[in-house]
């Protein structure tokens, strides 16, 4: 913790089949695989000296399963806001499926069908998180999805949700949000290192 500020250590999920196969993974509840599991249990010794005030978590059950595989899901807080994008139409679908039909097609720059949220829906809610960790007297992790952590991260900047396309996560990644003065910053990102071996 920064002058009073609190970090924010952010955390993907483990793998799963759909994360593995690139299948945008909404609000289908996909089962952490056995290397998700290993991912998380790793993410968990990872944070195993950080002092947390407040843990953070998606009421989905690959995010609270990486939560708890980590030793924290006893203390985290479950945040509706956290639920990954609502993808409607293309969930399940990976973009070089939806490429074929719809060429150009991004998740960020075009509507996803049905039922699905924009991209600045997906804004409102992380502000809502944002809003949430200000009120942290000590640091929080957060445990979440792929593309709600990268606008949760463009929105800390102060940047258009969209702008969390600039951002990339691999699965079980850990990466940290912070100040410098008063300035939000990014402080790490996308750290797998405590992946390897």
Not at 20 to 37: A, C, F, K
Not at 88 to 97: I, Q, V, Y
Not at 126 to 135: C, K, L, S, T, Y
Not at 165 to 189: C, K, P
Request: some cysteine; glycine content about 12%; overall charge negative.
């Amino acid at each position: 913790m920064s002058a009073e500020r609190p970090d924010v250590v952010l955390v993907r999920h483990g793998e799963t089949d759909w994360s593995r196969t690139h299948r945008h993974t909404g609000r289908t509840d996909v089962p952490l695989t056995d290397l998700g599991r290993e991912q998380a249990e790793r993410a968990g010794r990872a944070l195993a000296r950080r002092d947390l005030a407040l843990v953070l978590c998606s009421p989905l059950g690959r995010a609270r399963d990486t939560c708890r595989l980590a030793g924290l899901g006893g203390r985290a807080e479950v945040l509706d806001d956290l639920a990954e994008w609502d993808y409607g139409d293309a969930e399940g679908l990976s973009t070089a499926d939806i490429q074929r039909q719809s060429p150009g097609w991004t998740v960020w720059t075009h509507p996803v069908g049905g039922s699905g949220e924009s991209v600045e829906q997906v804004g409102e809610r992380a502000d809502r998180v944002i809003a949430r960790i200000e009120r942290s007297e000590g640091d929080v992790a957060v445990f979440a999805h792929g593309h709600v952590l990268r606008v949760l991260a463009a929105r800390w900047l102060g940047m258009p949700a969209v702008g969390g396309r600039h951002f990339v996560l691999g699965t079980a990644t850990i990466s940290e949000l912070g100040y410098e003065h008063a300035n939000r910053v990014v402080q790490r990102w996308n750290d797998g290192t405590h992946l390897l071996g």
